[in-house]
Each structure stands twice: as structure tokens, then as C-alpha cells.
């Protein structure tokens, strides 16, 4: 068989001169997609539309989903970073749906830019449906941190998830220095969330999700804005921002008290679960989901 040989110029393409340095490649999908659009006055409207309309009431279909503690957010002026645990594509539409009015129609989401924003059809989506940025997960980049700052600046509102990804096992990875690193930078505020029942409706590795059985659905818990302390690095405030977080979680399991007196001693169970095998782990997941069945009501 012949193999074709390539046309030359000009009946193909021309060779590019070696002495002549490259301009580099217009990127458009990634952390360099253009969200300035999503934020301008006919797309917020759409967004609201889309939120309040479609979104709360799917949701409200499937998850049936419940807010605790709002209350603690009384007294707090936008803009505010929120972050919570992340174990199913559900937690970002569960989460934004459920902020106070005040925030959640000035809210953009950070997501993963290699996953929302692989394609210009599918950024365009995330950016108008939820008000979606792109960040990058595996790093603090400079361009997405800038951006992310600017919006808190102008006064948007930031949800995050510090875990970088959904669970992989059901339980929680150690909160990232992201939230923590633009809460320090902008000076404001870290609001800290448990959302428990996402990753029972819509695990990672399932197309789609199933609805919710009754009395089974997804509970949302507010907790209290955490302030950087003087002199407190990135680090360390992820750190707080996650045994926040954890002691939440604790306090679904169990009651209010007992989980402030843990706290209190730094005895609260992590987010992370035991170290060890798969085995081990999925073997105390078994054992956490059965004791939260017959949890207490708070006092």
C-alpha cells in the first residue's frame, strides 16, 4: 500500500520557520476560561432563575433536603467564605440552594478546572447554572487565587470545598490551605458546614442519583463564622476550619453538649476516619452510620 505524502506548501500547510520563536496558544478552557460574563446582570437573573426555580425545587424532590443553624449566621455581613465537606456532586447545588437569601444570590462556586471546565460548553454551563470559577485543586494557583480575592473584594460571596474532591470511600481527606489562605488574604470570615446524606444519594462513581427515602434525607449544619486570629497562618486555620467542621458533625451524631465538651477538649472525632486497610475503614464507616441512626436530638 502507498503511503500518502503530505502536500507542501501552498497546497498544504506551511512549515513553521525554526529561527522564529512560537507565540504561545490562546487558551480558553481550564483555569483560563472567562467567567466575567456569568457576573453580568442578565446571567445573575438567569442563575436566580435557574437556583430558586429548578434547582431548589429538583432538590427538594431528591434529597429532601433540611438547614440547621442558621441562626449562627445572624449579624454577618457578606461577603463570607463557606466551606464544607465533600463527598457527592450534590453537595454544591444542596449547599448553595440553602444559603440565606443575602448570600445566595452573590455567590460564585470554585471548582475543580479540570473537571468543570474541561470544554468551553461545559464551563459555560457550570459558569451560568452555578456561578461556577475555575480553581485549581491540586495547588494554590496564583491566577485562580487572584481572581477568587478580587471577587471577594467586590463583595461575592466564595463556596468552597477544602477536600479538593469528592470522598473517595466515604469518608472525609484533610482540608487544603485555600480557603484559609484567601480568608487571611481578604480578611474575611470562613463559615464552616456538615452536610451529611449527599454521599448516599449520589456517590462518587454513580452516573446518577437516586431520591431520597422518607425521613432519609440530606441535613445541611451551619456553624459560626471563624475569624483569622492575629498572627495565624494559612495552616493553621485549615486546621481550625476542619475540627470546626468535625465538631459539627459530631454534634449531628450526638447532641449539642456533648459535642461543644469535646470540642472543648480536643477529643472530637476527625473527618478522616482510621488509619489503615479498606477494610478498617469501611468497617468503621458501618459502625459511625449506625450510631448516627440513633442519634439524639439537639437540646
Not at 196 to 211: D, F, I, N
Amino acid at each position: 500500500m502507498r503511503v500518502p505524502v503530505r502536500a507542501r506548501f501552498p497546497l498544504g500547510k506551511p512549515n513553521w520557520p525554526s529561527s522564529v520563536p512560537r507565540p504561545a496558544l490562546e487558551r480558553r478552557t481550564g483555569v483560563d476560561y472567562d467567567t466575567d460574563w456569568a457576573r453580568k446582570p442578565a446571567a445573575r437573573v438567569a442563575r436566580a432563575v435557574i437556583v430558586d426555580d429548578v434547582l431548589r425545587p429538583a432538590l427538594h424532590l431528591i434529597a429532601s433536603p433540611t438547614v440547621h443553624g442558621e441562626d449562627r449566621l445572624v449579624g454577618l455581613e457578606a461577603p463570607a467564605i463557606f466551606v464544607a465537606n465533600h463527598h457527592s456532586h450534590l453537595d454544591t447545588s444542596v449547599l448553595l440552594t440553602s444559603l440565606p437569601e443575602p448570600f445566595r444570590h452573590k455567590a460564585v462556586v470554585a471548582a475543580a478546572a479540570d473537571y468543570f471546565f474541561t470544554t468551553r460548553a461545559k464551563g459555560a454551563m457550570s459558569a451560568l447554572a452555578i456561578g461556577a470559577i475555575p480553581m485549581e485543586r491540586t495547588k494554590v494557583g496564583r491566577r485562580s487565587a487572584d481572581m477568587a480575592a478580587e471577587l471577594l473584594d467586590d463583595g461575592w460571596n466564595l463556596i468552597m470545598f477544602p477536600e479538593g474532591g469528592r470522598s473517595p470511600d466515604g469518608w472525609g481527606r484533610a482540608f487544603r490551605g485555600g480557603a484559609a489562605y484567601l480568608s487571611l488574604r481578604c480578611g474575611r470570615p470562613v463559615v464552616p458546614l456538615y452536610i451529611e446524606g449527599t454521599g448516599r444519594l449520589w456517590r462518587r462513581g454513580k452516573k446518577w442519583p437516586k431520591v431520597a427515602k422518607r425521613g432519609e434525607g440530606v441535613h445541611l449544619v451551619f456553624g459560626s463564622p471563624v475569624w483569622p486570629e492575629e498572627g495565624e497562618d494559612a495552616r493553621r486555620l485549615a486546621a481550625r476550619v476542619e475540627n470546626t467542621v468535625a465538631a459539627l458533625a459530631d454534634e449531628w451524631s450526638t447532641d449539642w453538649w456533648s459535642a461543644r465538651r469535646r470540642a472543648a477538649t480536643g477529643t472530637t472525632p476527625g473527618l478522616t476516619g482510621p488509619s489503615g486497610g479498606a477494610w478498617r475503614r469501611a468497617w468503621a464507616l458501618d459502625a459511625d452510620a449506625s450510631s448516627r441512626s440513633g442519634r439524639r436530638a439537639w437540646p
